[in-house]
């Protein structure tokens, strides 16, 4: 009876190991950013990226001047978690997918007036918007939002502090860079972007 008992919890443990195991190998995420410095990460552009207390932050440099911040490395098919404040007023965004300056998707940080548009706007370079969020309450101006992108072959969508706010299919990337960028102009500056996590989980073997 003792061996059968014995024999039993054995199984058991076997089981929740292997269930263990199987969540690890799928499903995980893995955070771009260290939170000590810009291992990983290259700069193009004039504006200052710096970590403070754990906290990438980004803003113009000298008269205004923009610059982006990209992974060395390059991306597919994900899902990027992230969590940001910026201090208003501000244009700035998460770039992915990133090839060139013509050729990749960015999930906006900004309040744009023509068309009315806020933070979790999905932008692209020459297309103009592909989603708008027109709902300015999602957005916390003051403190700390979460946004998620999820980009699986031409299916690309964004939730805004868990609300859906961008759900489209576009073809005019397929991989590329993840970054940030400050824009350029006297109108947004102070401009300041901080980003307190940024988890990617990829969705395939090949990221």
């Known amino acids: 009876m003792i061996r059968t008992i014995l024999s039993l ?30 291992t990983g990460w290259e700069a193009t552009g004039k504006a200052k990226w710096t970590v403070e207390d754990g906290i990438l932050v980004g803003t113009q440099g000298e008269n205004n001047a923009p610059g982006d911040l990209f992974t060395t490395a390059s991306y597919s098919n994900f899902i990027l978690k992230s969590t940001w404040r910026v201090e208003w007023p501000c244009n700035t965004g998460i770039w992915f997918r990133y090839q060139s300056p013509q050729k990749a998707y960015q999930a906006d940080i900004l309040e744009y007036k023509n068309p009315v548009c806020y933070a979790g706007t999905l932008y692209c370079p020459g297309k103009l918007f592909l989603a708008m969020n027109t709902d300015k309450k999602l957005v ?13 072959g031409d299916h690309l969508q964004i939730w805004l502090n868990d609300r859906m706010v ?38 395939n073997p090949e990221n």
Not at 168 to 190: E, Y
């Open 9 to 38: 919890v054995c199984l058991v443990i076997l089981a929740v190991s292997a269930g263990c195991e199987s969540t690890s190998a799928d499903g995980k995420y893995f955070s771009l950013f260290n939170g000590k410095d810009l």
């Open 140 to 152: 916390n101006r003051d403190g700390w939002n979460t946004m998620t992108v999820r980009a699986e």
């Open 166 to 203: 961008a759900d489209v299919h576009d073809d005019t990337s397929d991989a590329g860079q993840i970054g940030f960028q400050v824009h350029p102009g006297a109108q947004f500056g102070p401009m300041k972007v901080m980003i307190r996590e940024l988890l990617l989980q990829p969705l």
